[in-house]
């Protein structure tokens, strides 16, 4: 009995670590959520105080998008080299330098300098953090764990939301000793500093927890340091699994060759396609649209301003419980069909949005209602399903690479709403605006119909060899 009980406790200690890295990666995620959304409550503020039009406001909220398109360029690429954990460390570091610059900064150029920079650790923690979890995770646990990823994505966005709620109530109740004084400017005149300047704290935290986590095993096996990848592996699952896992990832190892070109041909042709698609198309959903623009849509609707930002702290609530439900059901319902009825809602939500909008309906809380529907379907299908997809279809040698290509999709979708949306609203107006979104997403639909193949339960090394013995 007491050997069958340690043989249990061991298992536990290790599942719990393994539950720890994947926590510590997924702060990567919350950073990511919390940049995107922290610019939502600030938009105002930064286009009255700096006078600026619609094209100057999206270059305002896409700067940073352009940022994340440059880091997902090159953090493939020196992940490959130099590893998943030194350059999440550098993340780290961009995302303080980008906080503390646009709370101090003397001008709109600097201030959109500072977002760019910030950008760019978004742009690689959004490809490094999945990647790092998918490649230390169980198969029977990888979805959930990966999901993690998303579900701090909802987590920061909701505490940017709540953030700046409080901020802008301490703007304007609290005053200040020496009105003229920098913390009084930081605080009350010009709130929006403070805003951007609160991603310091979780940045730091970020980069003191990464220095206890190890170096991914698996791309310290493609590296051929297989005695520190048997001791990290060790450590998560049992010496004969560590030692399987080891031979696998040789193995598949063997039969890669002509470098990064040889993802271009036969099933990992079809891998690439499915990737860069599908991670495009989750961006150009309208997602982005609510979380960049919910406020002024929200006072469009009838509501103030006050209660505009309440209405994001709702939105941030139901893709928080949206997301646990991914999470609960990924490994168990599988990826295609949470992918598939989420993608559904969405299109549904979207044509109603736009009914709503296009009808002139004076009632705000009906359009709420419509949009946490949308919320709720994209956050336990597009959400989660897209950063597991692109953490498992790729081969282990070329994967930190390969995986920067779908990221750079899908951040080039964000970056082109991000710009794209002020002229939208204007121009096609907010009905317009949304049937668009729901025209663009039903290719998703197909996709997830017809081509995506069902990765749960999966290894990493299984998966490999599905499209490795796939038909050219």
């Known amino acids: ?50 006078e600026l039009d619609s094209v100057m406001e999206g270059w305002y909220v896409s700067s940073a998008l352009l940022g994340c398109i440059l880091g997902v360029a090159v953090a493939g690429v020196l992940s490959d080299w130099f590893g998943r954990k030194r350059i999440l460390l550098f993340t780290g570091l961009l995302f303080a330098i980008s906080a ?26 959004s490809m490094l953090s999945p990647l790092y979890i998918s490649e230390i995770a169980p198969s029977h646990k990888r979805g959930s764990l990966v999901a993690l990823y998303q579900f701090a994505i909802t987590v920061g966005i909701l505490v940017a939301y709540f953030v700046n709620a409080y901020l802008l109530h301490v703007s304007k109740t609290v005053t200040l000793t020496g009105d003229a004084g920098l ?19 979780p940045a730091l935290l970020f980069f003191i927890l990464l220095f206890f986590v190890p170096k991914s095993p698996r791309w310290l096996t493609t590296k051929g340091r297989e005695n520190e990848a048997l001791q990290v592996l060790n450590r998560m699952v049992s010496e004969e699994e560590a030692q399987r896992e080891i031979e696998e990832v040789k193995q598949n190892l063997e039969k890669e060759s002509g470098g990064f070109a040889f993802i271009f041909h036969g099933g990992f042709k079809l891998a690439v396609i499915i990737g860069v698609s599908l991670a495009f198309l989750t961006q150009i959903s309208g997602v982005n649209v609510i979380i ?50 989420g993608v559904c809602g969405i299109i549904c939500s979207l044509v109603m949005i736009g009914i709503f909008f296009f009808a002139d309906i004076s ?50 979708g964000t970056a082109l709403v991000g710009q794209m949306t002020p002229w939208l609203l204007e121009n096609l107006k907010p009905h317009g605006t949304f049937w668009l979104f729901a025209l663009v997403t039903l290719p998703a639909l197909y996709m997830g119909i017809k081509v995506i193949p069902e990765t749960k339960g999966k290894s990493l090394e299984e998966i490999e060899r599905y499209w490795l013995n796939l038909k050219r």
């Open 1 to 50: 009995m007491k050997m069958i009980s340690d043989i249990f406790t061991t298992r536990f200690m290790k599942s719990r670590y393994v539950t720890f890295l994947a926590i510590v990666a997924s702060l990567g995620g919350f950073l990511f959520g919390y940049d995107t959304a922290v610019i939502s409550g600030t938009i105002n503020f930064v286009v009255d105080q700096y």
């Open 100 to 125: 503390v610059g646009c709370m101090l900064a003397t001008s709109y150029a600097s201030l959109v300098v500072y977002r760019l920079i910030g950008g760019v650790g978004v742009g690689m923690a």
């Open 183 to 201: 913390s009084h400017t930081i605080l009350v005149d010009e709130v929006w500093r403070a805003m951007l300047g609160s991603e310091t704290v």
């Open 292 to 341: 960049y623009y919910g406020p002024r849509i929200l006072e469009e609707a009838g509501l103030q301003v006050s209660e505009a930002l309440g209405g994001q702290v709702v939105i941030g609530v139901v893709n928080v419980l949206f997301t646990i439900f991914a999470i609960w059901k990924i490994d168990r319902l599988g990826r295609r069909p949470l992918l598939i009825v």
């Open 363 to 412: 009632n705000p809380y009906l359009l709420m209602s419509f949009i946490l529907f949308f919320v709720a379907c994209f956050a336990f299908s597009y959400g989660p399903v897209i950063w597991v997809l692109l953490s498992e279809i790729y081969p282990s040698k070329i994967r930190g690479t390969a995986m920067s290509l779908a990221t750079l999709s899908l951040w080039i």
